[in-house]
């Protein structure tokens, strides 16, 4: 089945706590990306790669970190969490050239204490 | 960079009725705008797209308009039903900007029966 694989479902943790987020596709697709998602501002974009080695800030990138070893995988990391990193995370891939649908991960609700 | 306003924040409408979603955004190079529903506790799923090139496309009882004199783009849904009920974002991508997708803030839709 084609999908985004995103895991923690739910994380709790204290602040300065290094965590990983993981996301895997296996659509082999080009595109993926990092959003959170907080009550009234709607989703905002964390990090994005186009590919393997790429990646890129997107609106709110401080505190983050991503790497992209691997086409499949694109792991969020948090080296020192803070309470104003308490949110809903949402990781998605695209083939994006030609077709930019996003498919999303199901989620991962972090709470940083 | 671009950004994307939606009205209204929240829309209420009973069922068989339409609903109206409007977004403008801001960078004229601009060229790719979908719009994203997102159920309670679930993923946000694409429901419809337009591009730049095209005015108008419909889906069922959905349709994107897009004007880019006005720099504006609006979500329709007709004969409403209450599965219809949820958060949609719509969003908008710079052309010249690729991998950047800006979404606007979200419209929580509820249908009444």
């Known amino acids: 089945e084609a999908q985004v694989t995103q895991n923690p479902r739910y994380l709790i943790t204290v602040t300065g706590k290094k965590l990983t987020v993981t996301c895997s596709q296996n659509m082999n697709h080009e595109y993926m990306s990092w959003y959170r998602q907080d009550p009234g501002l709607g989703l905002r974009q964390i990090y994005y790669s186009m590919n393997v080695e790429v990646t890129d800030k997107g609106d709110v990138p401080e505190g983050y970190k991503v790497s992209r070893k691997e086409k499949r995988n694109f792991p969020l990391i948090l080296e020192s969490p803070s309470p104003n990193q308490t949110s809903l995370y949402f990781c998605?891939?695209?083939?994006?050239?030609?077709?930019?649908?996003?498919?999303f991960g199901s989620g991962t609700q972090l709470s940083v204490l | 960079g671009e950004n994307v306003e939606q009205h209204p924040s929240t829309l209420s409408v009973q069922e068989g009725d339409s609903a109206v979603i409007k977004c403008t955004y801001s960078?004229?190079?601009?060229?790719?705008f979908p719009w994203y529903k997102q159920e309670l506790g679930k993923r946000p799923q694409l429901i419809i797209d337009?591009?730049?090139?095209?005015g108008e496309k419909k889906d069922q009882r959905i349709a994107v308009t897009l004007n880019k004199t006005a720099k504006h783009f609006s979500l329709h849904i007709t004969e409403t039903q209450p599965e219809d009920s949820a958060v949609y974002f719509c969003a908008a991508q710079r052309g010249s900007t690729l991998g950047r997708l800006y979404f606007g803030r979200g419209t929580q839709l509820t249908v009444w029966p």
């Open positions: 960078d004229s190079a601009s060229n790719y």
């Open positions: 337009i591009r730049s090139n095209v």
């Open positions: 998605a891939s695209s083939p994006w050239t030609g077709d930019e649908k996003l498919f």
